[in-house]
């Protein structure tokens, strides 16, 4: 697949999950997964529904602690670090929730102006033009007075994801940015995945179901089966590959949609 | 027989983890305060919030408070015709004891329960984990604003709630009783109560601390939904209420003496 626009990856590894494993109440999500994401990739977590991509995401952005093993970002591993190195550290990344998670008691602009006023170092009116640009940016100029209650999905997701970007954190994780929204809202939503990233040079991190949509943007994917990594690599490596459950999610046919997958 | 002690065990390890629970986040909640870090512009918000839109609710509830102190007095006080007690019955009730008690339960119940409901939606709607990912520490955002803002607006509302119970009960005395208003205020003054004003003031501080622990801990231990919201809400107003009768119980104890 090409991808003529993209910014090439340095290689230089920014997030790197070793060993992750988790459970919940007896049961197994997750179990030994590791990936690495290079500078300015963007690589596509996919699977099958309750299948654990967002908790492997959760545990990437230090949200949730595995039960066993780390998870380093720029070479700091997250789970040894104190609170305020912790904190640091957050400033350097972004995460765009499958449920927008915007701030109810705020409207809009204050919303996407939150990670900027509480980190500082910005004056209001720098505050206010950055929302704004962000905002028109994401097809949204004119909402900034609007509470979250009187926002479409589609819009909740595009302001949450200014907000995610707002600060141009160096690394951006998307937990199905796209879930419940119609074909032209998913591709818009994509394409502005795609604008940030180049834009500001991020490395990102996409859970989605839509493989069509994410080839467009991915470098690279990682496939979560059973709780499990079952395959790392390029669409055209998976186009090419024989595995079932690959063929499955890259092309639609396989043996995997007959089999119960995700937790075990 | 086994199953009523495991019933009495299951009760006794959950009673434990609330208070557990509830120590941690008052712990955490002081530590934040030595030295003060917490978000200013939030404190102000909750601060109008909690205290500016409750004062109708406690005005309201004071003026009946303080009318029906006198009301229950009413029928010694005919009997005996010891109008001159009629002050000194209502003030020594509504400052040391009914004023602060009622207040606290109508606060737990209006500001509490709202309380524990924005916190258990907040992180069911996971806006407490979007806090953390953009570097805010909830705990210092969230739960010590509205702990200052509870224990200030509690505080001042009990002064005027105290006011306006009096202000009900020299009404009540007047229009029911036939007993002068200036009566009232004369057996109220010459009764020295600034001891029962001061202890109901120190159990309005004790009843906003309290309130505002105990409906941070179930609004930031809320799980399950919507339906888990409703749960913590109850055992919120729940666990105030029994909080704000046993610390009464002790404040009483230690000053009564």
Known sequence: MNHPS??????????????????????????????????????????????????????????????????????????????????????????????????????????????????????????????????????????????????????????????????????????????????????????????????????????????????????????????????????????????????????????????????? | MTRILANIGALSLLSMETVGGITIVFMRTLWSLVPPRFDRDETWRNLYKVGVKSYPIVVLTALFTGAIMVIQSGHYVRQTGATGLLGWGAGFAVLAEIGPVMIGLMFSGRVGANNTAELGTMKVTEQIDALRTLAIEPFRYLVVPRFISMIVMLLLLTVLGDLFALGGGAITSELILGVD??????????????????????????????????SCHFGLTVTGGATGVGRAVNASVVTSAIGIFVLDYFITYLTAG
């Open chain 1, 6 to 264: 993209r910014r090439a990856s340095t290689g230089r590894v920014v997030v790197r999950g070793t060993n992750l494993t988790r459970s919940f109440a007896g049961r197994t999500v997750l179990e030994d997964v590791s990936l690495a994401l290079e500078e300015g990739e963007i690589l596509g977590i996919i699977g099958p529904g309750g299948g654990g991509k967002t908790v492997l995401v959760k545990m990437l952005c230090g949200l949730l602690v595995p039960d066993d093993g780390n998870v380093e970002i720029f070479g700091q591993d997250l789970f040894r670090l104190s609170g305020i190195e912790l904190q640091a550290l957050r400033r350097r990344y972004g995460l765009l929730f499958q449920n927008y998670a915007l701030f109810d008691f705020m409207n809009v602009g204050d919303n996407v102006a939150f990670p900027m006023r509480q980190a500082g170092g910005w004056t209001e009116d720098e505050i206010q033009a950055r929302v704004q640009d962000r905002l028109t940016e994401v097809g949204l100029p004119n909402v900034r007075h609007l509470f979250a209650n009187e926002l479409s999905g589609g819009m909740k997701k595009r302001v949450a994801l200014a907000r995610s970007a707002v600060t141009d954190p160096e690394i951006l994780f998307f937990d199905d940015p796209t879930a419940g929204l119609d074909p032209v809202t998913s591709s818009k939503i994509f394409a502005l995945v795609r604008s940030t990233q180049q834009h500001r040079g991020s490395s990102c991190v996409v859970i989605s179901h839509d493989i069509d949509r994410m080839s467009v943007i991915c470098d690279r994917y990682l496939l979560i089966y059973e709780g499990r990594v079952h395959f790392t690599g390029t669409h055209t490596d998976a186009r090419e590959s024989r595995d079932s459950v690959v063929r499955e999610f890259f092309h639609g046919h396989g043996t995997a949609g007959r089999s119960q997958p995700g937790v075990r």
């Open chain 2, 181 to 214: 208003y200036r009566v009232f205020f004369q057996g109220v003054f010459e009764s020295h109560l600034l001891d029962e004003f001061v202890t109901g003031l120190v159990k309005a501080i004790t009843f906003g601390a309290s309130i505002s622990v105990v």
